[in-house]
């Protein structure tokens, strides 16, 4: 045992010994960057100018990243450069973060996609005119290292943006299917602050005079992007230039909107499965007549050539010609006026408009009578709202859910058929600046799961009776029924789709 000691004690004695001699060199030496992420840089602002020094930037001395303004097309606030960059931060924070340099008329060399490196000490970060902005940097110290390098461009509704002005200010965002208020008046131009709404809130696009885009006619709906500038009193948008205000078709709002359905009644489905409407205004029929089309895609293998107007076993139509419903009421389509099918509460108290022995009767102008209006299992089912009752091959629905599984219901052609589209709360005709009119292509996939045996399935959003926007999009809900349940239970639970304006 005492050798043992002695052994362990000679060893740690050798190995003390090494350590103390260890060179300087044998140690890795860590240089701080001469670089600070807009991330750090911002948080050195707070609510005071700051006047910036190695000390104050960590060792640093300098910012890089890349230019977002464009200074020839006169839409940014004079004299100011505009670089955003971002760092890794872990924890899947996102850095991306942007800043505005003062150097006055150099800022006009510079073009969005430059790659710049800016030595910022000795400068000072201040508020002027509510921007963040670096005062005091000498023009001759920015580098530029490339130019053409890609630009990150935010996606951000408006509510957030509102409610986040400092994390997007001075970065290029995006607002989509913004909605102009009041509608631009004929003749009427982007300069001045126009208002737009996306249906998550309202945020101001900004025009100076002088900007290229000025005189250019105001568009009605748009996606549009633009840096975001904090003003005294909010957060604006302002585009660079025309291309960057991307026209959009203008959502009609739907009479309708759909708000559940039940696809597996108790017993027979022949003639006991019903849709359910809300109206999201006063509707009367005879005068504003529509249209119901639903679509079950059991054992299919092709796409239908003439999309919602395929007939047959694909498409049964409900012509909707009479009968009044109020703005907030629920109303229905179906079958017989149960529940839950055979045996189940009548409801026939219910606002109903459109009844029908789908079963044994052809639809309204197409649609084999069928015992199964609604799938319950198998390929992608769905319906759609029309505005009128000629539905054809090249009509576009008001409002279109889709539920259940996959199946071969779209073509990418030519010629391109399947299922038409609207923008609604799950589909965009508008992507990447391209048109995508039908329900699996590009992003426009998604839909409801198939419910459980026992459940009608309530869609809960928020929908704007103004513009026709979504501001939250529906989600599906089961509310179990039995064959006592009540009217009640399928009107007056909580999840329900909710109208505002």
């Known amino acids: 045992m005492k050798h043992i000691i002695l052994y362990l004690a000679a060893i ?53 990243g890349v230019v977002i303004s464009d200074q020839t097309n006169g839409n940014v606030p004079a004299g100011l450069l505009i670089l955003q960059n971002s760092r890794i931060t872990g924890s899947g924070i996102d850095s991306l973060r942007g800043i505005a340099i003062n150097i006055g008329s150099e800022s006009v060399k510079y073009v969005p996609g430059d790659s710049v490196h800016i030595k910022i000490d000795g400068s000072t970060l201040k508020r002027e005119n509510g921007i963040l902005q670096l005062a005091g940097v000498n023009a001759s110290e920015i580098k530029k290292i490339a130019s053409g390098r890609s630009i990150k461009v935010q996606a951000v509704n408006a509510g957030t943006l509102n409610s986040r002005p400092d994390f997007y200010e001075s970065t290029l965002i995006t607002i989509s299917k913004g909605v ?49 500038f904090k003003t005294s009193n909010a957060i604006q948008i302002w585009p660079r230039y025309l291309d960057d205000v991307y026209e959009l078709d203008i959502i009609k709002v739907s009479p309708l909107v759909i708000t559940g359905y039940l696809v597996d009644p108790t017993s027979s489905d022949a003639n006991y499965e019903y849709m359910q409407f809300k109206a999201t205004k006063d509707i009367n029929f005879a005068v504003t007549p529509m249209a119901i089309v639903t679509t079950n895609n059991a054992g299919i293998t092709a796409a239908p050539v003439l999309g919602w107007a395929m007939g047959g076993v694909r498409t049964y139509k409900f012509n909707i010609t009479s009968g009044t419903v109020k703005k907030g009421q629920f109303c229905y389509v179906g079958g017989n006026k149960n529940i839950w099918g055979a045996g189940s509460t009548n409801i026939s108290a219910a606002v109903w408009i459109k009844s029908m022995q789908y079963a044994t009767v052809n639809g309204d102008g197409f649609g084999t009578a069928t015992s ?35 199946g071969s219901i779209y073509s990418a052609g030519p010629p391109e058929v399947g299922y038409r589209i609207t923008n609604t709360d799950k589909y965009s005709v508008i992507q990447n600046r391209k048109r995508v009119s039908f329900y699996g292509a590009g992003t426009n996939t998604n839909k409801f799961a198939f ?14 009776a103004t513009t026709g926007l979504w501001s939250t999009g529906r989600v599906a809900r089961g509310i179990e029924l039995k064959a006592n349940s009540q009217l009640s239970e399928i009107e007056q639970a909580t999840g329900f789709t909710t109208l505002v304006n």
């Open 180 to 228: 102009v208020e009041p509608e631009p008046a004929t003749g009427e131009v982007f300069v001045g602050d126009k208002m737009i709404n996306d249906g998550f809130g309202k945020v101001t696009v900004h025009t100076e005079a002088n900007a290229s885009l000025a005189k250019a006619a105001m568009v009605p709906f748009a996606d549009f992007t633009g840096i975001a």
């Open 451 to 464: 419910p459980a045996a026992t459940n009608f399935t309530i869609l809960g959003g928020v929908y704007d």
């Open 12 to 64: 740690f004695i050798f190995g003390s010994t090494l350590l103390s001699c260890k060179r300087e060199s044998d140690y890795v030496v860590v240089n701080p960057s001469p670089f600070i992420a807009n991330f750090d840089l911002r948080k050195l602002y707070k609510n005071a100018e700051v006047q910036l020094n190695t000390t104050n930037l960590a060792g640093a001395n300098s910012i890089r």
């Open 372 to 406: 199964n209006l609604l799938a319950n299992s198998g390929n992608v089912a769905g319906i759609a709202v029309f505005d009128g009752i000629n539905v054809t091959a090249t009509s576009i629905p008001l409002d279109v859910v889709m539920f259940g599984g996959g």
